[in-house]
C-alpha cells in the first residue's frame, strides 16, 4: 500500500495562484496513477484531475480545465496540482488519491488510497 499526505492549501485570493503537492511513500510510486479531489462544505467529493503512472497524460475536470495543471516526480514520489486564475468556487479540502491500475479514472470509488487533504480558501 501507499501512504499519502498532502501540502500547500491556504487562503489565496480570487484570481491567485497556489501549488499543491501530495507527497507518497510506501508501494512503488511509478505504478500508480494519482488524481486529485475536493470537497466543499455540504457538497459530493468531485474529481478535479488525474495523471498518468509516468505524467504522459492528463484528465481534468471541465471546471478546471484551463487553469489547473497536474504533473508529477517519480523521482521525488511526488504529484502536484498547480492552480492558477483561483476562483471563489475552487474553495474546498482537496485530497489526492492514488490506484494501482494504469487507466485513468474520475470517480472516487475507483481510487483505493486517501491523503488526509489539504485546506483551500479562495477569497474576493
Known amino acids: 500500500q501507499v501512504q499519502l499526505v498532502e501540502s500547500g492549501g491556504r487562503l489565496v485570493q480570487a484570481g491567485g495562484s497556489l501549488r499543491l503537492s501530495c507527497a507518497a511513500s510506501?508501494?512503488?510510486?511509478?505504478?500508480?496513477?494519482l488524481g486529485w479531489f475536493r470537497q466543499a462544505p455540504g457538497k459530493e467529493r468531485e474529481f478535479v484531475a488525474a495523471?498518468?503512472?509516468?505524467?504522459?497524460?492528463?484528465d481534468y475536470a471541465d471546471s478546471v480545465k484551463g487553469r489547473f495543471t497536474a504533473s508529477r516526480d517519480n523521482a521525488k514520489n511526488t504529484v502536484f496540482l498547480y492552480m492558477n486564475s483561483l476562483k471563489l468556487e475552487d474553495t474546498a479540502v482537496y485530497y489526492c488519491?492514488?490506484?494501482?491500475?494504469?487507466?485513468?479514472?474520475?470517480?472516487?470509488?475507483?481510487?483505493?488510497?486517501w491523503g488526509q487533504g489539504t485546506q483551500v480558501t479562495v477569497s474576493s
Open positions: 495523471i498518468s503512472v509516468n505524467g504522459g497524460s492528463t
Open positions: 488519491a492514488a490506484r494501482g491500475k494504469i487507466d485513468l479514472r474520475h470517480s472516487a470509488t475507483d481510487y483505493n488510497y
Open positions: 510506501g508501494g512503488t510510486f511509478s505504478r500508480y496513477v
